[in-house]
């Protein structure tokens, strides 16, 4: 078998006109040069050169074994050219997956950019609340809220997003404002039938009268007057600057979900990927705070 790198050292060879030059060239000694154009001889069992104290001279069958070699030299080239291109710019296809939520409130906006930006970028959105494999499942990037269970990926925190306990007027006008301590006995709406609340480091475990397993409805249950929900501030921020819904509790935050943009580990993370994540920034900052 005849190694491509021994059949780009003689196009080299050829293109050069000796072996001192060559060496110089691929970062070799004259002697190793010299060394492996002889073996490639003799693996060809063809003489390719004929050698003078001063210069090379081709041979028939090396002239033509040159002009294969040469072209070969040159596919390397331009492939080693075209990989580190590759890598400067942002091309082909970028699959990303999102929150629903997440990805309906702020990220039209972010890829509309991107994409104007980068025209050599195709993007792929997949919006789901479940959380995706990104090796098997083929995505290049995902935004994930709140804490991380995948110690194999590389992350970059973005921000992160402020969760508030919130009513209606109408329900604390039923109700009364209640106490943190007395949640387990009050009208609370959750995801799960089964849900600790915690605030200022004390925890409260309770069954949730309405259990929904969507953000939105879950809101427009508390506007309804339903009961007590906990809402990240991408959902219930407008609420409650309308006073449609009420801050229980304060108004700091009674938790910070982080919000993280994760993708696979690799040592050299693809420019479309670095890219992106970039153009992500801006987005926590709504997510801070309701007021």
């Given at each position: 078998?005849?190694?491509?790198?021994?059949?780009?050292?003689?196009?080299?060879?050829?293109?050069?006109?000796?072996?001192?030059?060559?060496?110089?060239?691929?970062?070799?000694?004259?002697?190793?040069?010299?060394?492996?154009?002889?073996?490639?001889?003799?693996?060809?069992?063809?003489?390719?050169?004929?050698?003078?104290?001063?210069?090379?001279?081709?041979?028939?069958?090396?002239?033509?074994?040159?002009?294969?070699?040469?072209?070969?030299?040159?596919?390397?080239?331009?492939?080693?050219?075209?990989?580190?291109?590759?890598?400067?710019?942002?091309?082909?296809?970028?699959?990303?997956?999102?929150?629903?939520?997440?990805?309906?409130?702020?990220?039209?906006?972010?890829?509309?950019?991107?994409?104007?930006?980068?025209?050599?970028?195709?993007?792929?959105?997949?919006?789901?609340?479940?959380?995706?494999?990104?090796?098997?499942?083929?995505?290049?990037?995902?935004?994930?809220?709140?804490?991380?269970?995948?110690?194999?990926?590389?992350?970059?925190?973005?921000?992160?997003?402020?969760?508030?306990?919130?009513?209606?007027?109408?329900?604390?006008?039923?109700?009364?404002?209640p106490t943190f301590g007395a949640l387990r006995q009050s009208r609370c709406l959750g995801m799960r039938p089964v849900e600790?609340?915690?605030?200022?480091?004390?925890?409260?475990k309770l069954e949730p009268w309405l259990v929904v397993n969507d953000l939105e409805m879950l809101c427009e249950a508390a506007?309804?007057?339903?009961?007590?929900?906990?809402?990240?501030?991408?959902?219930?921020?407008?609420?409650?600057?309308?006073?449609?819904?009420?801050?229980?509790?304060?108004?700091?935050?009674?938790?910070?979900?982080?919000?993280?943009?994760?993708?696979?580990?690799?040592?050299?993370l693809p420019p479309k990927v670095r890219l992106f994540i970039e153009a992500l920034a801006p987005l926590t900052e709504p997510?801070?705070?309701?007021?």
């Amino acid at each position: 078998m005849i190694a491509p790198a021994d059949m780009v050292l003689f196009a080299v060879v050829v293109r050069e006109g000796n072996f001192t030059r060559a060496a110089q060239q691929l970062g070799l000694t004259k002697q190793t040069v010299s060394e492996r154009i002889g073996n490639l001889e003799g693996k060809l069992g063809v003489r390719l050169l004929e050698r003078t104290t001063r210069r090379l001279r081709l041979t028939d069958a090396g002239a033509a074994y040159a002009e294969r070699c040469a072209e070969i030299a040159a596919r390397i080239e331009e492939a080693n050219r075209e990989v580190q291109r590759l890598q400067a710019e942002p091309v082909g296809l970028l699959r990303i997956s999102t929150p629903v939520l997440f990805g309906r409130r702020y990220l039209a906006p972010v890829i509309s950019g991107f994409m104007t930006r980068y025209p050599q970028v195709r993007v792929e959105v997949v919006l789901a609340d479940r959380r995706v494999n990104l090796v098997e499942e083929g995505f290049d990037l995902a935004i994930r809220v709140g804490p991380l269970d995948d110690s194999s990926l590389r992350v970059h925190k973005l921000g992160g997003g402020a969760v508030y306990y919130v009513a209606s007027p109408g329900f604390l006008k039923r109700h009364g404002m209640p106490t943190f301590g007395a949640l387990r006995q009050s009208r609370c709406l959750g995801m799960r039938p089964v849900e600790t609340w915690e605030l200022g480091g004390k925890q409260e475990k309770l069954e949730p009268w309405l259990v929904v397993n969507d953000l939105e409805m879950l809101c427009e249950a508390a506007v309804a007057g339903v009961g007590i929900a906990r809402l990240p501030a991408l959902v219930c921020q407008q609420p409650v600057r309308e006073r449609r819904l009420e801050l229980l509790f304060g108004r700091k935050p009674a938790m910070t979900q982080d919000v993280s943009a994760v993708f696979p580990s690799r040592r050299h993370l693809p420019p479309k990927v670095r890219l992106f994540i970039e153009a992500l920034a801006p987005l926590t900052e709504p997510l801070a705070r309701v007021v």
